[in-house]
């Protein structure tokens, strides 16, 4: 290949949001310090062409605009499917509908660039800029190779990763582009969308930062009236959930079941201060990292869990300012990236290995779960006190590190809460990993600016979002997914409870996709933290 052709298509998107899309393109190509050329159809679409110096073998082309899908709702890697059979108009080419591919770039530019091309060091540098992308493709061609054995079963939900499907919601808010049966006109079409951030508790505020950023489609549904027509229309949206969701509190409080269960609270200390739960957390801290870290390693593979379960266990504790857990195991699974069996397998083994700082205090039954106390014993005092508590928050497994893996969550913890800035041979003992394991692992996160190497150490590279880094490797979408599925499962649940114990089934026990398939909102990390929880 010679020459990569970006297909910015109206079938794929609305034109508003195709024009987005050569923006988004254009700028990250500048960055990359890539030449390129573009011309637009009569029919709304845009191409994009990058000459190159160096013949580029068809597949790593193909791997290239793949990523790039990525980043653009309405780019069509048809152009580059096929080695054989991938073509694409070229400026001054007669368009079907009538008309002509029209050259945007200035003609004198376009010859310089067509003549002087780009090298392979400017390719090299859109590889960098997209390494996260190139690493999600890599994951979900994994994911691809391992089940076609097996031929599992259709997931649960709607909400996927790029290489499979998005729910028709997403796909209207990414694109534009409606199910005309379903709905009659573009009002009704961002209504619906509406409706589905506010049963999510977006703010309005929270859907404008969308708008601006990835749910372009949404934007162009408004079209020149987003400023006179969203705030009515949210008010509309959040109203009609209001009156369409009834009160559940029918489902607090009754009988408990350690595998299903809401997340609301049902009990907690008394009276517990924020000082006093912010105390214990940290003291609980020091005794994880003095002591119940390296006991769990003697589990093996199951300690590499438990060490993130417990770890979850303290983020719920300081974010919901309680405890007591007594939320289902879904909630966890959702925190650490697991299934919710094996969290349920994993909570008694962690209540023997703690010792006594997680007890059961009341069995699950029904629609609730098991209800564990968080509290330090007597004989870890001494060591919780002598020891300084440490920087930062602790976390369970962060979206990123589904992909990235345990070991890299348990590395960038050491640098990001370490005392001082550690080195290799100082990482591979703390996480109990071997060398070759932990400086893959770490090479794979500087490669995505995650860490930097400085006189032989490692440290974190503060510039670095990880909530944006987790959205282009595409977690944010599986962990939504997650959270609907277990959703769906929980309405299932609590409506074949309510069918056995009183024969009635009330609307609000059934699973509404429109409005109880999860999408996680635009906040900060406090804020969405404690969205995530009460979410899951």
């Not at 998107?13 to 990359?32: H, I, S, Y």
């Not at 190139?134 to 391992?146: C, E, G, K, V, Y």
Request: aromatic content about 6%; proline content about 4%; charged content about 25%.
């Amino acid at each position: 290949m010679r020459t990569l052709c970006l297909d910015l298509d109206t079938s794929k998107a609305r034109k508003a949001v195709v024009d987005d899309d050569a923006d988004k393109l254009g700028a990250l190509l500048n960055e990359a310090g890539i030449r390129y050329l573009e011309d637009f159809s009569p029919s709304g679409g845009r191409h994009i062409y990058v000459p190159l110096q160096e013949s580029l073998p068809a597949a790593e082309a193909r791997e290239l605009i793949e990523a790039l899908m990525f980043r653009a709702a309405s780019l069509d890697p048809g152009p580059h499917q096929n080695i054989t059979d991938g073509c694409i108009r070229v400026p001054g080419s007669a368009h079907k509908y009538g008309g002509h591919q029209v050259l945007l770039t200035p003609l004198a530019e376009a010859y310089d660039t067509l003549k002087r091309r780009n090298p392979t060091s400017a390719i090299s540098a859109l590889r960098q800029i997209l390494a996260p992308e190139m690493l999600r493709l890599h994951a979900a061609r994994r994911r691809t190779q391992r089940s076609i054995p097996s031929q599992p079963r259709a997931t649960h939900g709607t909400s996927t990763t790029r290489s499979g499907r998005h729910s028709p919601l997403r796909s209207v808010a990414l694109t534009g582009l409606y199910d005309t049966e379903r709905y009659a006109s573009d009002s009704e079409a961002r209504m619906a969308v509406l409706n589905h951030f506010a049963a999510c508790n977006w703010t309005l505020d929270q859907v404008r930062t969308g708008m601006n950023g990835p749910y372009a489609g949404l934007t162009a549904l408004y079209g020149t009236k987003a400023d006179r027509l969203l705030a009515t229309e949210w008010n509309k949206a959040t109203s009609w959930i209001t009156e369409k969701k009834p009160s559940r509190t029918h489902h607090q409080k009754s009988a408990h079941n350690y595998n299903t269960s809401p997340t609301k609270l049902t009990g907690g200390a008394t009276d517990p201060t924020s000082a006093s739960l912010n105390q214990l957390v940290n003291d609980l801290e020091n005794i994880l990292y003095a002591t119940l870290d390296s006991r769990f390693a003697q589990y093996g593979r199951l300690g590499i869990s438990l060490k993130f379960l417990f770890r979850a266990v303290l983020g719920y504790m300081r974010t919901n300012q309680t405890d007591v857990l007594d939320v289902g195991c879904r909630t966890f699974a959702v925190a650490l990236g697991k299934d919710h069996v094996t969290i349920a397998r994993l909570l008694p083994v962690l209540e023997h290995a703690t010792a006594g700082i997680l007890t059961r205090i009341e069995r699950g039954r029904g629609k609730n779960a098991d209800s564990y106390l968080i509290h330090l014993p007597q004989e870890y005092e001494t060591t919780a006190r002598q020891l300084t508590w440490r920087k930062g928050k602790i976390h369970a497994i962060r979206p990123v590190f589904r992909v990235l893996g345990d070991l890299a969550a348990l590395a960038y913890e050491a640098i990001e809460r370490g005392r001082h800035s550690p080195t290799t041979a100082e990482l591979v003992r703390t996480t109990g990993f071997s060398r070759n394991a932990v400086t893959t692992a770490l090479a794979e996160m500087e490669n995505l600016r995650m860490l930097r190497r400085h006189h032989g150490r490692w440290e974190i590279v503060a510039t670095t979002n990880l909530s944006d880094l987790a959205e282009r490797l595409g977690t944010t979408i599986e962990r939504q997914h997650q959270i609907s599925r277990y959703r769906k499962e929980r309405a299932q649940w609590h409506a074949w409870l309510d069918r056995h114990n009183d024969g009635t089934v009330g609307e609000s026990d059934f699973y509404d996709p429109e409005s109880e398939d999860y999408w996680i909102p635009p906040c900060g990390e406090e804020e969405l933290q404690l969205s995530l929880w009460s979410a899951a």
